[in-house]
């Protein structure tokens, strides 16, 4: 009796339970399962950080222009993609303390200011600033249109100008600046200035038949 009493224990537990090749292949289909949702999100992912990037560099020129005009003195904007992650340094250009301050923006370490190259027919430039020779092609005023410019001056007349003087009219400077994932060529997004009214127009690139077209946002 008391071997039959045991052999019923005994069996009732492993009916409980899982054995270990049960065990591996629940994990093995976990794995699976969250391998295909992570490469499925993979994209969705590269995409939204494309979208952070343009949003932190159309926030950091608001921020720099919104200052200028607030406390009445020019702030520059400096954009860098000599190394990883790309940086924009906003700035004022005096020298007093208080609410002046130096900010640093960083995009994500996916995403840069670059051109990617087109096959077949080359899209426009946005606001037909430059060739797109340059990721970052300020400096196109009234009297140059040669660009490459990367640093601008916000003024406290809400303009951008190319110096931190802010003259005027023969110094508003107009230019754009090209985000996307490196070798990507549908990521590409770009932000162009307007240097009179330092208005901030935002662009993403489309295809279309024959080619690509920039498309205001």
Known sequence: MKSLGNNAR???????GFSLIEMMIVVALIVILASITFMSLQPLLQQQHVTNAYNITMAAMRQARDNAISQ???YSVAFSNAAIPNTIIVAP???FTGDLRTATYSLP???QFVVVSASGSAPTAPDNYGTEANAIDFGYTASSSTGGATTIYFC????AQTASNCYGMLNWDGGVVYIARPG???SSRALTLWGATGRIHGWR??????GYQWVRQ
């Open 205 to 210: 690139l489309y295809g279309k038949s024959g």
């Open 109 to 111: 370490t996916d995403v």
């Open 10 to 16: 005994h069996r009732r537990q492993r009916a409980s």
């Open 156 to 159: 406290p007349d809400g303009s």
């Open 93 to 95: 250009t005096t020298t």
């Open 184 to 186: 990507n060529l549908m």
């Open 72 to 74: 009445s003195t020019s």
